[in-house]
């Protein structure tokens, strides 16, 4: 059974890493090269390697080299988990605009970005429409003086607000939304969705609309770019043809725009430079890691990868179920299966044929939300039971299907059970609210209000019933 345990990075799957090994009993030590949090952590240290020792196949230990202060340490653990995501080596492919290393004016990644001050009275550019291009983007034109966002695909902007006013992830992230989905052909969810991200203005109309609308690109986040583009503060452009000396040619447009600063929103890459090709191999911008977690072919499965996803939903609870559930397989409380069948599944996987219902998951570690975390949680019984639940305790059950799908359902039931998640869950939507009733609004009830929501639970009450018979 592992004791210690080596974990890298203390971003947020690191610290949930750390959580989880606590809880259960383990002794994590977290290595960090910053120095901006601290505990069980030690600071501004840099791994070197991460090798297995000599007898390895029998005990599953790892020799962790380290490097702080100029000096190199060497300690011996039981397991590592390695916590460095997806975001760690900006990608900035110069190579793609012809002429750049001609331009006199500022260009950098739009990691290095700090505050917008740069772009006081400056004409800008940010290359990508992520959800940094966007926030930069938007943030500059408060003070640039043109702000240009040149983008290639298109991509769903949503805001933050939606329906009635809502978070839009407390709207959208449900259980019965998600079977819904799932249950749909993938051209009618397309279809559908392409409806409803229309419904706060045409995409089309303001040179954002997705050019591939089968294949889910990652929504951006943004309550103010409508308004900035409406207001001519921001302009939509296509990919570049052209870098100048003080200026850009777009595809397309013929005329030349004069440009100061050029902010490069092109994502990032990652890589494991402390570990052997033959522990993970990166390819194609994923690993050969068995849901997203473990390394199919090691002999012992004493090393897990938290993180490496990006699950359509929260990004913190999905690294934490993923530690939850590895932290048991490294203590040797859950087993994998033999590493033909993980191999198997991980090929299949790679291959990302479309199953032709709900979304089409297209982009390597893409992953649907909800399906990925309550598998994860049938691996340590932890998975809510709706069945169960409606004969039981039939107010929570109908919650926890139509409500916000919110991490306090993980905690209902299995280890790391939480006494307090069923009032949690139930009182979600008052705590939401709070914030927004600082003036309180007298509302008189209407009897046909009444009467309809009554009519609405009891079609809810048989649309369940449907399902689980």
């Not at 750049?100 to 990691?111: C, D, V």
């Not at 003070?143 to 978070?167: E, H, I």
Request: proline share 7%; aromatic share 12%.
């Amino acid at each position: 059974m592992a004791r210690r345990v080596a974990i890298v990075g203390a971003g947020v799957s690191g610290l949930a890493s750390v959580k989880c090994c606590l809880e259960e009993g383990l002794e994590p030590t977290c290595f960090e090269r910053s120095h901006d949090l601290g505990g069980l952590w030690r600071f501004t240290t840099k791994v070197c390697s991460i090798t297995k020792c000599p007898d390895f196949p029998v005990s599953g230990q790892w020799e962790v080299v380290t490097l702080c202060e100029g000096k190199h340490e060497s300690a011996i653990f039981d397991a590592v988990m390695v916590c460095t995501g997806f975001l760690t080596n900006p990608y900035l492919p110069l190579d793609s605009f012809p002429g750049i290393n001609a331009f006199k004016g500022q260009y950098f990644h739009s990691r290095q970005y700090k505050h917008p001050d740069i772009f006081k009275d400056k004409r800008v550019l940010v290359v990508g429409m992520g959800n940094s291009g966007t926030d930069i983007a938007v943030e500059a034109s408060h003070l640039a003086k043109k702000v240009f966002l040149s983008t290639t695909g298109g991509a769903w902007v949503v805001s933050r607000v939606f329906d009635s006013g809502y978070p839009w992830d407390m709207v959208v992230t449900t259980r019965f939304q998600n079977l819904l989905r799932n249950s749909l052909p993938t051209p009618v969810v397309t279809w559908l969705m392409a409806r409803k991200m229309d419904s706060r203005f045409s995409h089309a109309n303001y040179g954002l609309i997705p050019k591939d609308r089968t294949q889910l690109k990652e929504f951006v986040l943004n309550d103010e770019l409508p308004g900035r583009i409406i207001t001519g503060k921001v302009l939509i452009r296509p990919s570049i043809k052209e870098v100048k000396e003080n200026s850009v040619i777009f595809n397309n447009t013929p005329k030349e725009e004069p440009i100061d600063i050029i902010v490069f929103a092109t994502g990032y890459t990652f890589a494991f430079p402390f570990l052997d090709e033959s522990v993970v191999k990166v390819e194609d911008g994923q690993a050969s890691l068995y849901k997203y977690i473990f390394p199919a072919h090691l002999q012992k499965p004493t090393l897990a990868v938290i993180g490496l996803i990006k699950p359509l939903g929260s990004m913190i609870p999905t690294g934490e179920t993923q530690a939850r559930w590895a932290v048991r397989v490294l203590k040797g409380v859950n087993k994998l299966p033999p590493p033909s069948v993980m191999i198997e599944e991980v090929n299949a996987r790679k291959e990302n044929k479309p199953s032709w219902f709900g979304l089409c998951y297209c982009k390597a570690l893409q992953t649907d939300y909800i399906p990925y975390i309550d598998e994860l949680l049938t691996y340590i019984n932890a998975k809510p039971n709706l069945f169960s639940l409606l004969l039981t305790d039939p107010r929570l059950a109908l919650t926890v299907f139509f409500g916000p799908c919110s991490p306090y359902q993980f905690r209902l039931t299995g280890p790391g059970k939480w006494e307090g998640a069923r009032n949690a869950i139930m009182t979600q939507w008052d705590r939401t609210l709070k914030v927004t009733k600082s003036r309180i609004v007298q509302e008189s009830p209407s009897p046909f209000e009444s009467l309809l929501k009554l009519f609405s639970f009891l079609a809810l009450l048989i649309a369940v019933f449907l399902i689980f018979l």
